[in-house]
């Protein structure tokens, strides 16, 4: 079975900062997909920024980045010029290839951001 | 707008009172799910369901039930609810292709079991 694993339960990042929150995951699988969701104070899951195993270039999504490395099986999220709004909890998720494959979730991490 | 609406959005009943959370989505999408998310473990799919009368146990199925008549509409069952099922619901819907494999989630059920 998968296994997503964030370590750090807490980060805090000065505002206009720069911070990396870390997953790594178990899969034997070659062929899936990788997602970093934030969840703020209202509780809605948003979709942040996904990457696709079999493409080698590390996803962007303007202040967000990803630096994926499949050997190692780490996923990791940096944010750009941190901002009040980007206090949340994240999340790092896995989903396999097959049709029927379930989203499998770290147990998050939560962000501060000092002004 | 593409959406997922989940009803009730917050909900407080007692031990035995059998509820539904109601899901829908406008997105044509085949595949469905429930999770629950607790505190320090993350979310934890409950069912999921592939298609039309199409449903499959999730990790934590126990003490829920689901059913899946129409393909947009997507509702949990607690038949007997008891407070260990005191959690935030999410119900998440995305096409079943591999290709297209983004899941939108609905906004969150709020649900206390006394």
């Known amino acids: 079975a998968q296994t997503v694993t964030q370590s750090q339960p807490e980060m805090s990042v000065q505002e206009a900062e720069t911070v990396t929150l870390s997953c790594t995951y178990d899969t034997s699988e070659s062929d899936y997909y990788l997602f970093w969701y934030k969840q703020p104070p209202s509780r809605q899951m948003i979709l942040v920024i996904r990457q696709e195993a079999y493409k080698q270039q590390n996803a962007t999504e303007n202040r967000f980045s990803v630096n994926f490395q499949k050997a190692a099986k780490s996923f990791s999220l940096k944010i750009s010029d941190s901002q009040l709004g980007d206090a949340a909890m994240y999340f790092c998720a896995y989903r396999g290839h097959g049709a029927n494959s379930k989203l499998t979730f770290g147990k998050g991490i939560t962000l501060s951001v000092r002004p | 707008e593409a959406q997922v609406t989940q009803n009730p959005r917050y909900l407080i009943t007692v031990t035995g009172k059998k509820l539904t959370v109601t899901c829908s989505q406008n997105m044509n999408h085949e595949y469905m799910s429930w999770y629950r998310q607790d505190p320090g473990l993350g979310l934890r799919q409950i069912y999921y369901s592939m298609n039309v009368e199409v449903t499959d146990k999730g990790d934590v199925p126990e003490g829920y039930k689901v059913s899946r008549k129409e393909k947009r509409n997507f509702p949990l069952i607690l038949e007997s609810p008891s407070p260990n099922q005191t959690s935030l619901y999410f119900c998440?819907?995305?096409?079943?292709?591999?290709?297209?494999?983004?899941?939108?989630f609905g906004p969150g059920t709020r649900l206390t079991v006394t």
């Open positions: 998440a819907s995305s096409f079943r292709s591999t290709r297209r494999y983004e899941q939108y």
